[in-house]
């Protein structure tokens, strides 16, 4: 799972920024990218938490942070070294930050 996020600090480098369309379509086509997408803006989230048996839901991200979540991407990869070739090409490499995770197997 490739988690796509913003980044207060993007790369000040603005020349040959990649092409989002290229990237999942590349992907695509070679069936790396399995899934993907864009997520509503944190203040669309709700935060759902149980406290001593009690329900307690929040507006907005719950996280006090200047990152967000903004999208995802489910790769299907040999391994971690493919996995992070793939994360290279992206746009958002350059303009915010991605987190890969392994899907455990159940």
């Not at 200047?66 to 391994?79: N, P, R």
């Not at 992206?90 to 303009?95: C, F, G, L, S, T």
Request: charged fraction near 30%; hydrophobic fraction near 40%.
């Amino acid at each position: 799972m490739m988690f796509v996020c913003n980044d207060p600090e993007p790369d000040t480098d603005r020349e040959n920024l990649p092409d989002i369309e290229a990237w999942v379509a590349d992907n695509d086509t070679r069936g790396r990218r399995l899934q993907g997408g864009a997520l509503a803006s944190g203040s669309a989230a709700t935060t759902v938490r149980v406290r001593n048996g009690e329900l307690i839901l929040t507006d907005g991200p719950f996280t006090e942070t200047k990152e967000m979540i903004v999208g995802f991407d489910l790769l299907e990869c040999a391994d971690l070294d493919e996995a992070i070739e793939v994360a290279r090409a992206h746009p958002m490499v350059r303009e915010g930050r991605l987190e890969l995770r392994p899907v455990l197997e159940a």
